[in-house]
Nanobody, 115 residues
Framework: QVQLVESGGGLVQPGGSLRLSCAASGSVFSINAMAWYRQAPGKERELVAAITSGGRTNYADSVKGRFTISRHSAAVYLQMNSLKPEDTAVYYC???????????WGKGTLVTVSS
C-alpha cells in the first residue's frame, strides 16, 4: 500500500504562485509514475502534470509554461506560477504502479485563485 498526503493549497490572487507538495509513504518503491490531477466544481477530474521514475514529464496544454512538476525521493511537487481563476480546483496527488495498473490517490488540497 501507498499513502499520499498533499499540502500547499490555499487562496492566491491571479498572477500569483503556489507550490504543492505530495509526500508518499508505504511501498513507494512500487510507484512508477506520479502525477497531479485537479477537479473543479462541476467538472471531471483532469490530468495536470505527470512525471515518470525516469524524469520524463508531460503537461496539460492549459498549464504548459506555467506549471512545473518535479520529483525527489518519495515526494512530488507542483510549482504553479501565473495562476488564473480557472486554475481553481481541488488538486490530487496520484501514484501509479504499472504492475497491476494500480492507482493511489491523496485526499486533495484546495487551490483557489481569486482577487
Amino acid at each position: 500500500q501507498v499513502q499520499l498526503v498533499e499540502s500547499g493549497g490555499g487562496l492566491v490572487q491571479p498572477g500569483g504562485s503556489l507550490r504543492l507538495s505530495c509526500a508518499a509513504s508505504g511501498s513507494v518503491f512500487s510507484i512508477n509514475a506520479m502525477a497531479w490531477y485537479r477537479q473543479a466544481p462541476g467538472k471531471e477530474r483532469e490530468l495536470v502534470a505527470a512525471i515518470t521514475s525516469g524524469g520524463r514529464t508531460n503537461y496539460a496544454d492549459s498549464v504548459k509554461g506555467r506549471f512545473t512538476i518535479s520529483r525527489h525521493s518519495a515526494a512530488v511537487y507542483l510549482q504553479m506560477n501565473s495562476l488564473k481563476p480557472e486554475d481553481t480546483a481541488v488538486y490530487y496527488c496520484n501514484g501509479h504502479r504499472d504492475w497491476g495498473a494500480i492507482d493511489y490517490w491523496g485526499k486533495g488540497t484546495l487551490v483557489t485563485v481569486s482577487s
